[in-house]
């Protein structure tokens, strides 16, 4: 499987997963910062969430986690949180932002 198809199948994988709080997935949230693929397709995920305190942070890392591990050919997932740059309502796709009413 070529590089560009595995980032398509995992950018799929990761719209599926919604902030409970927010009814957007995390890509059009752009809680996604990197995608790595790295040697052995290691999947190497640096995302943020909305708030530092997100009392769901576990369950959507632990799902974040799952949904690209069960990728075929991925050999290992590692998701790093960072606040750093923290999240703003400007990372948000333009069709987040007008689902939202942030337009």
């Given at each position: 499987?070529?590089?560009?198809?595995l980032?398509?199948q995992?950018e799929?994988q990761l719209?599926t997963v919604y902030?409970?709080e927010i009814?957007?997935?995390?890509?059009e949230?752009?809680?996604?910062?990197?995608?790595?693929?790295?040697?052995?397709?290691?999947i190497g995920?640096?995302?943020?969430?909305?708030a530092?305190g997100?009392?769901?942070?576990?369950?959507?890392i632990r799902?974040?986690?799952?949904?690209?591990?069960?990728i075929?050919?991925?050999?290992?997932?590692?998701?790093?949180?960072?606040?750093?740059p923290?999240w703003?309502?400007?990372m948000?796709s333009?069709?987040a932002k007008?689902e939202?009413g942030f337009?």
């Open positions: 499987m070529s590089e560009a198809t980032r398509e995992i799929a719209r902030d409970p009814p957007v997935n995390i890509m949230l752009g809680l996604v910062y990197e995608i790595k693929i790295k040697e052995n397709n290691r995920i640096d995302m943020t969430l909305t530092p997100c009392p769901v942070a576990g369950d959507i799902e974040v986690d799952e949904k690209v591990r069960n075929e050919g991925v050999s290992d997932v590692d998701v790093h949180l960072t606040f750093d923290p703003t309502k400007d948000m333009e069709e007008l939202l337009m």
